[in-house]
């Protein structure tokens, strides 16, 4: 199975600022790679997916980037209804395996 | 407009065999490509993904549970159903349906349903 390391758990960060959030996978995914974006009591819903490509509706502060086994979610201008968790998932091989998530609060 | 809904039983008893059904509109699941998984959370916990089945009847399973696990789908009426065999209290949780396309990351969700497992 391909493990997903993501990383921080929890993050506390100001309105305004960008966000960095890392998911490394234990051997190459080749960019088959998702983000989501869990709001409490919610559904997760899809940001990212192919590594880079924004979601449609998903607002472009948004992006996604890497390769190989490291990648990263970027939040910038943070928003308050951006207080969620996120989930990075591999869908290279099966089988599908997420992150195990990071919590991003409002300081 | 692609919608998923989810239902189950609310609650069963530790070795009974949990039984839920998606319900979908917006897309054939008789399309290319198509697919429609099944993930599952803890409260307060991660995602773990269950099993996929497409478009071809092609089915997937996550092979931690895979002996307890069958999913099935009735293309005709937008339904698929996803099977655990003898539950326990580590099964509580939410479940939630899921689409896919061309590839196995999943765009639209349902709104989950909880299953709690207690004797």
């Known amino acids: 199975d391909i493990q997903m390391t993501q990383s921080p758990a929890s993050l506390s960060a100001s309105l305004g600022e960008t966000v960095t959030i890392e998911c490394r996978a234990s051997?190459?995914?080749?960019?088959?790679l998702a983000w989501y974006q869990q709001k409490p009591g919610k559904s997760p819903q899809l940001l990212i997916y192919?590594?880079?490509s924004l979601h449609t509706g998903v607002p472009s502060r948004f992006s996604g980037s890497g390769s190989g086994t490291q990648y990263s979610l970027k939040i910038n201008s943070l928003q308050s209804e951006d207080v969620a968790s996120y989930f990075c998932?591999?869908?290279?091989?099966?089988?599908?395996?997420f992150g195990s998530g990071t919590k991003l609060e409002i300081k | 407009q692609v919608t998923l809904k989810e239902s189950g039983p609310g609650i069963l008893q530790p070795s009974q065999t949990l039984s839920l059904t998606c319900s979908f509109s917006?897309?054939?699941?008789?399309?290319?490509?198509?697919?429609v998984g099944w993930i599952r959370q803890p409260s307060g916990k991660g995602l773990e993904w269950l099993a996929t089945?497409?478009?071809?009847?092609?089915?997937h399973y996550n092979p931690s549970l895979k002996s307890r696990l069958t999913i099935s789908k009735d293309t005709s009426n937008n339904q698929v159903f996803l099977k655990i065999t003898s539950v326990d209290t580590a099964d509580t949780g939410t479940y939630y349906c899921?689409?896919?396309?061309?590839?196995?990351?999943?765009?639209?969700w349902g709104q989950g349903v909880m299953v709690t497992v207690s004797s």
């Open positions: 089945i497409g478009w071809e009847d092609v089915k």
């Open positions: 192919n590594a880079n």
């Open positions: 917006g897309f054939l699941l008789s399309a290319s490509s198509v697919g």
């Open positions: 051997e190459d995914i080749y960019n088959g």
């Open positions: 899921a689409h896919s396309g061309d590839w196995d990351y999943f765009d639209y």
């Open positions: 998932q591999q869908y290279y091989n099966y089988p599908l395996t």
